[in-house]
């Protein structure tokens, strides 16, 4: 490389996206997860901890946003 020239690399996301991510998943999936992360914080909030249950119904809710 005695040339003294710099290789530019080209630096863009790819043209077709990405291969799987929320919105490659069904919402039949979503729609799940997010029932069974309720009923999951549910029954950590029975078992007393109650901390940890508002954690998994923030993610039953994220869960539930990729259903729109």
């Known amino acids: 490389m005695g040339t003294g020239e710099k290789r530019v690399r080209r630096v863009a996301p ?29 029954l950590i909030l029975w078992q007393g901890y109650h901390t940890y249950a508002i954690l998994v119904a923030v993610l039953a809710a994220a869960a539930a946003v990729n259903l729109k």
């Open 14 to 42: 790819p043209e077709r996206g990405w291969t799987l991510g929320a919105g490659g998943l069904p919402k039949g999936f979503w729609a799940a997860m997010a029932i069974l992360l309720l009923g999951l914080a549910g």
